[in-house]
Structures are given as structure tokens and as C-alpha cells.
């Protein structure tokens, strides 16, 4: 018959169960801490992003006019964005400005980056002038615009009229007007774009560019393998804050232009302020808003799917 052995009783070190407690009222603690910490932002987001979206979806269902009852009208207005013709139409001016200004302040502005990043003389001055314009208001250079752009002896035309012997009709034809818009919006945040990718480019290892300039590469071999590719990136992200700005662009247009002439520089922001604010038309802007998130979430939630693969 087998000898059952018998283990040795273990008794609980003194004090340990007090030890467990004090460790689990430190970690609530800790946690109630965070939470209280975690409470103002909370309450912020709460009050002024997600109280305001879905009181803008409540809003959007309801017909509503100045000095009437609300009018339960359901989906009518979200029907009418398919219909608008004045709405398309400040959808493709969005359109048209936020693909030229995006692709013309992407590369200048990286290009003064890789201009700027090199040693030179004044580099440093040439910096600072390079941030100026990101300081300007944005309604302040939009009036300043007039002044630039005036077709009878502003300094412009006055330029281009000594220069090539041609005066554009800046504010007065639809094509140049826009082209005006986009030129005073590029002029300002070109420097952005500037900024971050010159910062992206200063945090790139040396080392890579040393050992590619021992094994005899180009400098455009340099660039297309290693600055690009490091770079990548930055530069989606400096592009997906450069887009949702941009879709939201209103202080220049309504300030240089006012939409015109005729509709010609009508932005969607501007269009969508003058249906809610002059023709006080409140449930069809708010079916606009729902609209224009629509299609920045679709682009923005693209882009971040690219920039993740990019850091997978």
C-alpha cells in the first residue's frame, strides 16, 4: 500500500492581504484619477461635437422657415441635394479648388523644403519670410486680394502688363476669378506644407544618405529611393490636413470675390452660410453639412488607410 505524502502547509507571508488591498485601492485610485482628468474633454466633445451633429440631423429632418412652425418633411431635404443645381455647382467650384490648391501646395512647398533644407547662405532669414503669410488673417488678405487683383492699375496687371503686355480680367471673369482664389489661398498655405515637410526632412537619418553616397548613387537616385519613400508618410498626413482645410474654405472667397461673379467662386462652405443665414433655409443647410461630412470622411478614411499600410 502506497505512503500518501502529505504537503506542507503554506501560510500567507504577514501582511500581504493588506498589501493586495492597498494595491487595489492605489490602482482605483489611479483610475479615478484618469477619469476625472479624462472628464473636461469628455464633456467638451460632448457638447460641441456630438450634441451639435446629431441636434444638426434633427434639424435636417424638418422644414423650417422664419416666423413659421417647424415642418416635419423627413428625408425632402436630403432628396433636394440630388436635385440642386446651385448646390452641384458649388460642389464642383469645392471640387476644382481643393484638387488645384492641394496639388500646387504639395509640391512647391516641398520643393522649397528640399531647397531650404540645404546649407546656404541667409537660410534662416529665408525660413522666417517663408512662415509670414500662415500669421495673415485670412479675410484680411481676401480684401487685401481686391486691391492686388484690381484690373485698372492694380500692382498686378500693372506687372503683368509691363511684362507680357496682358492685363487678366481677375475679378470680373469666372475662370480668372477663381484662379485669383486659389492663387492668394496657395500664397498662404504653401508655408504650411513648407514647414512640416521641412521638418520631415531634418529627421531623416544621415546615415542612409552617407552610405548611398558611398556606393556612387545620384542625387536623383537618392531622391526617388530613399527621401521619397522616408518621406511618404509625412507627407500623407501633411495632405490630409491640407484637404479637410480646404473643403472647409470660406473667408477668402467671401471676402474677395463673394461667390462671384455670378456663382464662379461659390464654395460649398459659402453656399451652404448663405442658405442657412440669408435665405434661412435651416433643415436643407444642415442636409448640405451631412453631405459635405460625407465626403471628407470617405476621403480622409482612404487616406488614413494608406498611411497605415505605410507604417504596418
Given amino acids: 500500500m502506497s505512503r500518501l505524502k502529505t504537503l506542507p502547509e503554506t501560510h500567507p507571508e504577514p501582511g500581504a492581504h493588506e498589501h493586495r488591498l492597498k494595491r487595489g485601492g492605489v490602482a482605483r485610485s489611479a483610475a479615478r484619477a484618469r477619469m476625472l482628468f479624462l472628464?473636461?474633454?469628455?464633456?467638451?466633445?460632448?457638447?460641441?461635437?456630438?450634441?451639435?451633429?446629431?441636434?444638426?440631423?434633427?434639424?435636417?429632418?424638418?422644414?423650417?422657415?422664419?416666423?413659421?412652425?417647424?415642418?416635419?418633411?423627413?428625408?425632402?431635404?436630403?432628396?433636394?441635394?440630388?436635385?440642386?443645381?446651385?448646390?452641384?455647382?458649388?460642389?464642383?467650384?469645392?471640387?476644382?479648388?481643393?484638387?488645384?490648391?492641394?496639388?500646387?501646395?504639395?509640391?512647391?512647398?516641398?520643393?522649397?523644403?528640399?531647397?531650404?533644407?540645404?546649407?546656404?547662405?541667409?537660410?534662416?532669414?529665408?525660413?522666417?519670410?517663408?512662415?509670414?503669410?500662415?500669421?495673415?488673417?485670412?479675410?484680411?488678405?481676401?480684401?487685401?486680394?481686391?486691391?492686388?487683383?484690381?484690373?485698372?492699375?492694380?500692382?498686378?496687371?500693372?506687372?503683368?502688363?509691363?511684362?507680357?503686355?496682358?492685363?487678366?480680367?481677375?475679378?470680373?471673369?469666372?475662370?480668372?476669378?477663381?484662379?485669383?482664389?486659389?492663387?492668394?489661398?496657395?500664397?498662404?498655405?504653401?508655408?504650411?506644407?513648407?514647414?512640416?515637410?521641412?521638418?520631415?526632412?531634418?529627421?531623416?537619418?544621415?546615415?542612409?544618405?552617407?552610405?548611398?553616397?558611398?556606393?556612387?548613387?545620384?542625387?536623383?537616385?537618392?531622391?526617388?529611393a530613399i527621401t521619397l519613400p522616408l518621406m511618404a508618410p509625412t507627407l500623407l498626413i501633411t495632405l490630409l490636413l491640407r484637404l479637410v482645410e480646404a473643403f472647409k474654405v470660406f473667408d477668402i472667397p467671401a471676402s474677395l470675390t463673394l461667390g462671384g461673379p455670378g456663382r464662379a467662386t461659390e464654395v460649398y462652405s459659402l453656399f451652404t452660410y448663405r442658405t442657412a443665414l440669408r435665405f434661412f433655409d435651416l433643415g436643407f443647410a444642415s442636409a448640405q453639412g451631412f453631405l459635405l461630412l460625407i465626403i471628407v470622411m470617405t476621403i480622409v478614411t482612404v487616406l488614413f488607410t494608406r498611411v497605415r499600410r505605410l507604417f504596418d
Fill in 39 to 224: 472628464l473636461p474633454a469628455a464633456l467638451w466633445v460632448l457638447a460641441f461635437t456630438i450634441f451639435p451633429l446629431l441636434f444638426a440631423l434633427y434639424v435636417s429632418l424638418f422644414g423650417i422657415r422664419p416666423g413659421r412652425p417647424w415642418r416635419f418633411v423627413g428625408l425632402e431635404n436630403f432628396e433636394r441635394l440630388f436635385t440642386d443645381a446651385n448646390l452641384h455647382n458649388a460642389l464642383r467650384v469645392t471640387l476644382t479648388f481643393v484638387s488645384t490648391t492641394l496639388v500646387v501646395e504639395m509640391l512647391l512647398g516641398f520643393a522649397l523644403a528640399l531647397l531650404f533644407n540645404r546649407e546656404m547662405r541667409g537660410r534662416q532669414l529665408f525660413r522666417t519670410l517663408m512662415t509670414l503669410p500662415l500669421f495673415a488673417t485670412p479675410v484680411a488678405i481676401g480684401y487685401l486680394g481686391i486691391t492686388l487683383f484690381y484690373e485698372e492699375g492694380g500692382p498686378i496687371n500693372a506687372l503683368l502688363q509691363a511684362l507680357i503686355g496682358f492685363r487678366p480680367p481677375w475679378l470680373s471673369d469666372p475662370t480668372w476669378a477663381l484662379i485669383a482664389v486659389i492663387i492668394i489661398d496657395v500664397w498662404q498655405w504653401t508655408p504650411f506644407v513648407f514647414l512640416v515637410t521641412l521638418a520631415g526632412l531634418q529627421s531623416l537619418p544621415d546615415e542612409v544618405y552617407e552610405a548611398a553616397a558611398v556606393d556612387g548613387a545620384s542625387s536623383f537616385q537618392i531622391f526617388r
